[in-house]
């Protein structure tokens, strides 16, 4: 699945409601604007449920032949030990029902289980015991027989040699030959930190800044803020008498907190103040957490619904972020997260976004390990980062805002 089937498959839903909404809105219009044209209302119904009917139709169609082995996308794994172990963790996400992994071929140097493994990674490789490929012949002989259409290369340790004549021999065959962190940024939609090496993110593909698409997001970060603007603020209006009647006419609104953007510069981010006024009382940058005992009435509220984010169109407007991108972070965090976790500083090379590919795929970061998780997907945002993706991680973010999920 390549980038463009992701973002795809993120858009899908929006789209096919976004055609037969809109195509029948356009002919409510023609009919006012243009009476002679003009379709009876029972042939309108009949038209719509026609097309709802036939569209529902044809997915049901689809989504069983994706279900059938017979068009699953055959993988064999070249390698046994650690590295292989990452397949394992691969969700059975619904994108990924056309994918079979085969088997696991061995190779010379596999690390196995040496006593120190975490549980989960223990099991994995135990799972992968159970699938080993013992060939009987060449490489290539055994993917024709099996119908393979794809190796994934896990070798632990390259420096005992790969195999380069067995898959070149595979690759001229039809049959394509990819290591294992481009297998799964292109199958779990994030790069794997632990298993990039620094040399990876300077060859591999992306990772690149183009000037006219930065200048396209910028014009339409504008754009689409102003436009939110005078959409929001009878909802900005409300949520400051809100505010104010909770907590008294004196209390303050907004909160202005230092958080770190483009290529590490400080900036004031601006919120709705939804804590307490003394949610920091001792001068200690704490996470936030699940039902948070320093949020107000109202900050919850204003929380869940997202409310509390709009004030960050003025950061937009003014040029300190873009509406997509990672997520800022506050200087205290990001000096802690920087030393521990590889890559970090990478997150800072774009403008930090209201919404981002990170915030969508996984749920709100309160500690360093989700500080880490979050990282693989903000680096396949960086990697990947392109005007389409952009505006499907905006489309995805109108759901999430409508459905409440992920919010603190």
């Known amino acids: 699945m390549g980038m463009a089937a992701l973002i795809d498959l993120k858009l899908s839903r929006h789209v096919q409601f976004a055609d037969k909404a ?11 604007v243009v009476p002679d044209l003009a379709f009876g209302a029972s042939e309108l119904i009949t038209s719509t449920l026609l097309v709802v009917v036939c569209s529902f139709s044809w997915h049901l169609l689809l989504d069983r032949i994706a279900r059938n082995n017979a068009f699953r ?14 397949l394992m963790q691969i969700p059975a996400r619904r994108d990924q029902r056309g994918l079979a992994i085969i088997g696991f071929i061995p190779s010379v140097g596999d690390q196995t289980d040496d006593g120190t493994l975490e549980a989960f990674d223990a099991m994995a490789l135990a799972a992968i015991g159970e699938r080993r490929i013992e060939l009987q012949t060449t490489l290539h002989q055994y993917c024709k027989a099996n119908r393979i ?11 005992w040699g790969i195999p380069f004549n067995a898959f070149l ?20 939609g994030k790069v794997r930190v632990d298993l990039a090496h620094p040399s990876w993110t300077i060859f591999a593909g992306g990772f690149t800044h183009n000037t006219l698409q930065a200048r396209l997001e910028r014009a339409f970060d504008i754009v689409a803020s102003l436009v939110l603007l005078a959409l929001s603020w009878p909802v900005m209006l409300v949520t400051i008498l809100a505010i104010k009647l909770e907590e008294g006419f004196s209390a303050p609104v907004l909160y202005r907190q230092v958080r770190v953007g483009e290529h590490g510069q400080p900036f004031e981010l601006m919120k709705f103040r939804s804590m307490r006024t003394d949610a920091e009382k001792d001068g200690k940058p704490q996470w936030a957490t699940a039902n948070d005992n320093r949020v107000t009435r109202v900050g919850r509220i204003i929380r869940k619904l997202r409310i509390d984010e709009l004030p960050q169109i003025l950061n937009v407007l003014s040029g300190q972020m873009s509406l997509v991108g990672p997520r800022p972070e506050r200087p205290e965090f990001v000096s802690q997260l920087d030393r521990a976790i590889p890559f970090y500083a990478e997150r800072h090379t774009i403008k930090p976004g209201v919404t981002g590919w990170a915030q969508l795929c996984y749920p709100y970061g309160a500690d360093e390990r989700d500080a880490a998780e979050k990282l693989q997907y903000d ?11 952009y505006l499907a991680i905006l489309l995805q973010t109108v759901e999430v805002v409508l459905c409440g999920k992920g919010a603190r």
Not at 22 to 32: H, N, P
Not at 73 to 86: D, E, K, M, N, Q
């Open 149 to 159: 259409s794809e190796i994934v290369v896990a070798m632990d340790d390259s420096r």
């Open 73 to 86: 996308r055959r993988v064999v794994v070249y390698g046994a030990g650690h590295r292989a172990a990452s």
């Open 379 to 389: 680096l396949f945002y960086l990697k990947n980062r392109n005007l389409l993706f």
């Open 22 to 32: 809109g195509g029948c809105a356009l002919i409510a219009l023609i009919s006012q």
């Open 169 to 188: 021999e595979c690759r001229m065959g039809g049959i394509e030959v990819t290591d294992l962190n481009t297998f799964l940024e292109r199958e779990t």
